[in-house]
Nanobody, 125 residues
Framework: QVHLEESEGGLVQPGDSLTLSCVASVPERTFNNNAVGWYRQAPGKEREFVAAINWVGIRANYADSVKGRFTISRDNASKTVKLRMDTLKPGDTAIYSC????????????????WGKGTLVNVTS
């Protein structure tokens, strides 16, 4: 059974850092051969793309709103994708979900094959 499990988010203050992890219980080929990424959905808003990384972990893409503050990485041996979030802002408050794409490289049209359930990150003073 396919399962993507995100680590617990939490309540943080503006300016803090937080790293989310997502472990994929998918076949090794499914994870290692495809791009993976993170999305988020803020209260009352549509889900939006945050970051993605290609299958070998050497090319990453970021939403403009997080560029320079967030860093995505992956470890194919453990089938894990991480999102390090620095200098968090109240506007980063959202449910964050990891995703496995269909395809080795990410593009805006890349379909998502598997979704995690999401974890809440609440940035507030």
């Amino acid at each position: 059974q396919v399962h993507l499990e995100e680590s617990e988010g939490g309540l943080v203050q503006p300016g803090d850092s937080l790293t989310l992890s997502c472990v994929a219980s998918v076949p090794e080929r499914t994870f290692n051969n495809n791009a993976v990424g993170w999305y988020r959905q803020a209260p009352g808003k549509e889900r939006e793309f945050v970051a993605a990384i290609n299958w070998v972990g050497i090319r990453a893409n970021y939403a403009d709103s997080v560029k320079g503050r967030f860093t995505i990485s992956r470890d194919n041996a453990s089938k894990t994708v991480k999102l390090r979030m620095d200098t968090l802002k109240p506007g980063d408050t959202a449910i964050y979900s990891c995703a496995v794409y269909y395809g080795a490289d990410w593009s805006r049209l890349a379909p998502v094959t598997y979704w995690g359930k999401g974890t809440l990150v609440n940035v507030t003073s």
